[in-house]
């Protein structure tokens, strides 16, 4: 009799354990890697560096006379000429793109090409520049492609 109570007891618990179970709230929580060693790259007077990783979507890094933009949008791309002022590329919050460099950069003239940085299609921009006294700006309607620009003497 023991025996049976016993084997009646081990069958039937999972049983009841089962139909007093509750549903769990769930989430998936962000993880990036972001650390480790140093990817680096050297030519002339300019110098990269990296990590393995994916940067956040949020501001922007920089250093010197450099600016990186992370993030997942297909955007324009600055190409920072080495003694250029510093040339940056903003998303503006109604989904257009602002190209901006200091006023005044004598000397300048902002360039675009939609090849890529190392072909020889580089023309002027012809669209109006905007220019308050402290920073010359261009707004951009984002490509169907890629587009890069430049500051050039």
Sequence with gaps: MRNI???AAVLFLPVVLTATASAQSYSINKFVIAGGGGLNSTGGVSAVSGTVGQHDASGALSGGTYTLVG???ALPIAVQTTGAPLLSILRTATNTVAVSWPSPSTGWALEQNINSVSSANWSNVTATIQ???TTKTLIVNPPAGN????LKQ
Excluded: H
């Design 131 to 133: 220019d308050d006294g």
């Design 71 to 73: 993030g997942f949008w």
């Design 147 to 150: 587009r890069y620009f430049r």
């Design 5 to 7: 109570l016993c084997l």
